[in-house]
């Protein structure tokens, strides 16, 4: 039976952070089928909570069963202090909602949309008309807020559909991989969103399988596999778990290079392009030994490169090379993982 690793950071008073949403031993079958195999989470206020795995994994079920979609097969959970098989409608009241397919109905315009969401809200009219204005202006649609949904661009749909969402005013909201297929402004524009959303005080639990996106918007990720939580952490954190970080450093002088290659340990030899490749986590501390060792040399290197894991290598090294995650394009900006000083 797949373990859930469990890594939840205390308060500066040593106390567990209060939980927006907590899950322990949560379980779903479908037939023989087994998704979830007793997983626990504990995600605090005002975060933004990943969780990552291949297609199949079973992350739209671990949203399904939380915001009450579907039941679990065992397990207990709590979102926003409502137990979710006992007070469903109190978790219903605090949560928002969306999914991987839009909720937007093409055949009327933007406006009559939020306005529709409003009346499921049971907002009177006129409280309804000021949230959908105000919404809309805040997601940059009020010029288009007359015209059909379906005249929409997908980036745009995607944000009248986190619009519609917020129109309860919710504290807690499940965003089930909501950039796929944007293009790369359009998802900019999605993160920061988010981002203002959790500046409000707004619990965010995002599935996605973009890693850079994880990387970029969460506070702890989780990498589900197997039916269980493989590993959970922050971003750094995970990265640490896997091998295979090294400083690279290049000298131009043959003398200066073997000077290099007698006063470090434990380094693999490029001869021919006068490297060294020391292993290293990539931290300020494993850095400055290497160069404290230099110094006491009095040796220069031409060029020194650090090199740590990405979310990349957690996902492969957490799940096997089988199922890649989709990537969005990075041709428009350097590797977060590799950093060159010259």
Request: glycine share 8%.
């Amino acid at each position: 039976m797949p373990t859930s690793v469990m890594s939840t950071s205390s308060g500066d008073d040593g106390r567990t952070p209060s939980a927006a949403i907590s899950a322990a031993g949560l379980r779903k079958s479908y037939g023989d089928k087994v998704v979830l195999d007793g997983i626990d989470l504990h995600i605090p206020a005002g975060s933004v909570f990943a969780l990552l795995g291949p297609n199949g994994a079973g992350k739209t079920t671990a949203v399904k069963i939380l915001s009450t979609l579907v039941t679990a097969d065992g397990g207990q959970a709590q979102v926003a202090g409502h137990d979710v098989a006992r007070s469903p409608d109190g978790v219903r009241a605090a949560i928002g909602v969306t999914g991987q397919f839009s909720a937007v109905d093409g055949l009327i315009t933007g406006e009559e949309n939020m306005l529709l969401m409003a009346d499921l809200h049971h907002l009177s009219r006129r409280e309804g008309r000021r949230v959908a204005a105000e919404l809309l202006e805040r997601f940059d649609l009020t010029e288009a807020a007359k015209k059909p949904a379906s005249t929409y661009s997908g980036g745009m749909k995607r944000r009248l559909d986190i619009a519609m969402t917020l129109v309860g005013n919710p504290r807690i909201i499940f965003l089930d991989e909501p950039t796929t297929g944007l293009d790369p402004r359009s998802r900019h524009t999605m993160w920061q969103i988010i981002r203002e959303l959790v500046t409000d005080g707004v619990t965010v639990f995002l599935t996605t399988q973009y890693l850079e996106e994880a990387d970029e918007l969460a506070d702890r990720i989780a990498v589900l596999h197997n039916a269980g939580i493989a590993a959970e952490g922050t971003a750094d954190e995970l990265k640490r778990m896997i091998p295979g970080g090294h400083v690279r450093l290049r000298f131009t002088e043959p003398a200066a290079y073997r000077s290099a290659a007698a006063a470090l340990s434990d380094i693999t030899r490029d001869d021919e392009a006068l490297a060294l490749r020391i292993p290293s986590d990539g931290s300020q501390r494993a850095l400055r030994s290497i160069l404290d060792r230099l110094d006491s040399a009095g040796i220069q290197a031409d060029e020194l490169t650090v090199h740590t894991p990405d979310l990349d290598d957690v996902f492969f090294a957490l799940t096997g090379p089988a199922e890649a995650p989709t990537q969005p394009s990075r041709s428009s900006r350097p590797t977060q993982s590799e950093e060159t000083v010259r």
